[in-house]
Every structure is written in C-alpha cells, then in structure tokens.
C-alpha cells in the first residue's frame, strides 16, 4: 500500500494519534481504514474534494483516496461555504468530503460527512492524477497542482533519506494537511514507519503544547512566522524539553533567527534544518543539513536526492558560470504535471517533463548549495501563503485604481481612491477574503499610480516609496 | 482611556471585531480571525497599550477576553 503502511514488521507499531480525541491508531488499524474506505470509492471512481482537518479520518480517506486511484483535491475544512461553492462549480467534484453538507446537487452515502454527485462524471480525469494541492492554502483560488502518485512517493522518500527520518520520530503534524508542508510532514512520516501526532491546534494554544509533553513527540515544523512566535515564546520556556528535530520551510527565515534557534537547540542536543520547495515540487527541493550550521548560514541548502538544480540567466540560458545568479531550476521526480484551473484541465498529462522553472531568483555556490534570494514572479508570502499580487490587486481594483507591491513580510497596497476610514475598510474586506491577517496588508493613498511609457504601472517606481 | 476600552482596543485591532462585540464572548480558536496570527499581533497591542511584557504561560493562556483581564491583573492593571 502507499508509504508501505502495510509492510508487516510495522503492523503492532502506533502510526497516528489524535490529540483532540487522544484516539490512536496502530499501523494495522490504519491499514483497515483505509481499506475499507478505498473499496467504497472504488465503488464510482472520480474526482475527490476533501475538506480536511489534522485528524484519523481525514488521514484515513486521503490515503483511500491514493489507493483507490481517485484523484483527491485536499482543501481547507476552514475555507467558508462561499469560496467551497465557487470551487465546486469549478471543478464538479464526484464525491465530497467534509464535515458541512455540500449544495443540492449532492447526495448522501452510507459514509457519514461523504455526498456523492447525483450526476455522472462529466470530463475525463489523466490515469496519472493521484492528487491536487493549492498553492495558496486558505484563499479558495482555484489555482491547484496537479500531482501523480510518485510525485508523492518520490518526494516522500527523498525527505526521509536526507533528513534521516527513522520509526522513532515522533513529529506533532500541527501544520494543515492541505499545505504542501504540513502534508509533507505526514507522508516522510508515515512512509518512515514513525508515529505522527495530530492536532488542529497552533502554537499559540495551550493544547498543542500540552499534547507535545504528555505524548513526548520530539519533532516540530514550521514555516517562518511559526518561528517567529516561538521566539516570542521561548523555545526553553514552553516546557517541551521532547522536541529535537526541527525543520523549516515555507518561506526564508531570516538569518538572525536561524542562528538563535540553531544555538538554542543544539544546547538541548537536537537539530534544526532549514529547507525550501514549492508546492510545485509536491513540496521539498533542497534541505540544509543540520550540521551545516552556521557554516551556510543563509542557505536553503542542497537538492535532496534525486534532485538537480540549476540556474537560468537573464537571457534565458542556463549558466555554467561559477557562483550563477539567476532563476532557480529544479529537476527531480517530484515536479507537477502542470496546473489546473478548472474540471477540464484534469484530463491534461505531464507538461512540465520533470524541470521546474521555480520563480524565485536565487545563487548557487561551488558546493551546489543554493541561497534564494527573493522571487521573480509578482508574488508575495504573508505568513507563509503564497498570494499572488495580480490576483490581490484585482480584487481592491473593484473599488478604483490600485497598485500593490510586495514590501518583505507585507504587501503595499497603493490606491488613488478613498478616505482613511474606506480604505481600512477595503482592507479588513480585503484580509477576510484571503483569509489572511490584515496586518498583512498596508493600504496607502497615491495622487496618482506612477506608468511605464508604455502606460503600465510602474512597480519599480511604486518599490522606491517603500 | 480606561483599561477596559484600551484592552478592547487591542482586541478590535488585532482580531477584527467590531467595536461593538459582545466582548466577553470572544475565545481563541472559535471566534472567527482570532487565529495564532492575531494571537501574536493580540498579544503585541495589549503589550505596547500597557507597556508590559507578557511571560510566555500567560501568552499561551489568554484564550478569552475574561483571560486577558485575569492576567493583565497579575501585571498590576486595575479595571475599574
């Protein structure tokens, strides 16, 4: 089965325990699980919508869906009813998980919190299609990856090999399992044979850290604003002396605070890894090994195995130059297959052949160690949600003339339109539909948005009032 | 400002509820925008408002509005 869940010597082993219900299960029950769920999908194959918490039955029907061979989109089981319905037009789904009741075009299954399209499927799925992911989590774009079962196994493998995950790691999955990251988290894990706590909870909740000391897990991950609040915490004063391993991802973390908790935790003997990848990418590209610390301070790393990059220049050739700068090129076996946007993007094969144009300008040195040095798309990464800026501005341009550029941990928003009192409320409409803290968001007014010659917007010029 | 409005202030900013919440409703995790990311920034206004420093426990305890006023006591500051 997928991950080796069934492989024999780890049957009796526990693979997953629930820190809300303190429910586990061992590797064997999850196997039943699954089974039983993958012969009722396979009852009708088709596209799965699964609106997923950090929970057994969310596992248990994500690992059904692999093994059944029913392509599964994992989504928010946050995202509001709103933003669920847009998707479904999109896509036609032919089953939904989740624990709201879908529109009317659904029907119910014996299978509580499982509805069935009433009609029959209505445009071919690619045979290789195993799983879709969004790439910016909460905001219910309808932008998704488009995944094939060894570009989850692949990457899986890959992550447990270079970061030595063995059956006694114990990491708590607090990130959602509907982000690349968080997914990753359980997929290295199970395939390890090790046992994952589950929770739904952040780190600014009492219950995760209660349920990291009374379970003794000893791993943790993060993406850069979950550091940045376990440094407002103190790692040392949380109480969680189990926690060892610690891995970070999501976005660039920067180098002060890599130092701070490389110091912090080699002091209590455990390990910190920086790492980088793409939902792209199913979800890792490079890992920097723990031991490389600090030597490579500022680095992502190296390519995990069975992974090469490369850099593209300017002129759009890849360079052979000592020390390039340039776009990051990645190749491996855990590239999409392309992008979706809608139900008839499902039938399209491989189009992307392995090689990943990532998007993020970055240097690599002799060693083949590659430092990012910011992205080259008009994107933006607030709390470790990819946004894009196009979208984002199109979104406040219903209300006049806007520009948005990406200022480090927050977007600007230039706008020749409205008073103080309108733009914040433009801005906390503007985080409610992302679903994104509206500290995120900086609306400032402008006589006037600067234009190229050309009569575009001018976000150079925009970038220098920073 | 009473410590009572400021306190409701930082909660308004941080967490993006109306002025007009039924204050003593709100909870971590169930009020809707009241995630770790407005924890953080909840935890960062009442701080300045008060200019006090919060231990990590009390961080992690103030799920509710009641909390917070519970806990800002400890610090020494009086609701009237």
Known sequence: MIFNIDEPQRQKQI??????????????QLCDEVQSRRDFLASRPGL??????????????????????????????QLNLGLRADLISVYKPDWIISDQQPENSYASTPHNGVWQCAEGPDALLNPALALLLSTSGSTGSPKLVRLTRENVTANASSIRDALGIEDDHFPVAHLPLHYSY?????????????????????????????????????????????????????LDKVNAPSLLIFTQAGGKLDPPHISHFHEQVTRRGGTFWVMYGQTEATARMTILPASELPRKLG????????????????????????????????????????????????????????????????SLDDEGFVTILGRSKRDAKLFGLRVNLDELEGFVKKNGPAAAVSGGDRVVIFCEFGSEENLQSVRSELATRLRIHSSAFQFRRIDQLPTTLGGKIDYEQLRKLL | MSALEKLKAAFVSAIGVPATAEFDNLAYGRTVGWDSIAHMSLVNEIESSFDIMLDTDDVIDMSSFAKAREILGKYGVVFA
Not at chain 1, 306 to 313: A, F, N, Q, T, V
Request: hydrophobic residues 40%; proline residues 3%; glycine residues 10%.
């Open chain 1, 182 to 234: 968080g997914l990753s988290v359980l997929n290295s894990h199970l395939l390890a044979g090790a046992r994952i706590l589950l929770t739904n909870l952040g780190l600014m909740n009492v219950g995760l850290w209660d349920a990291v000391r009374h379970y003794k897990a000893n791993s943790f991950s993060g993406v850069p604003y979950t550091y940045q609040m376990l440094r407002r915490l103190d």
């Open chain 1, 299 to 362: 680095s992502a790393g190296k390519a995990i195995p069975g992974g090469r990059l490369s850099i593209k220049e300017e002129n759009g050739e890849v360079t052979s130059a000592a020390n390039p700068t340039g776009e990051l090129v990645y190749e491996g076996p855990n590239v999409m297959m392309g992008y979706a946007q809608a139900r008839e993007d499902l039938s399209h094969g491989d189009e992307l052949h392995g090689r990943l144009e990532t998007g993020d300008r970055a």
């Open chain 1, 48 to 77: 799965v919508f699964h609106f997923c918490n950090n929970d057994l039955k969310s596992v248990a029907w994500y690992l059904a869906c692999l093994e059944a061979g029913s392509p599964v989109a994992l989504l928010s089981g």
């Open chain 1, 15 to 28: 693979a997953l325990t629930d820190a809300a219900s303190n429910i586990s299960w061992t590797y064997s």
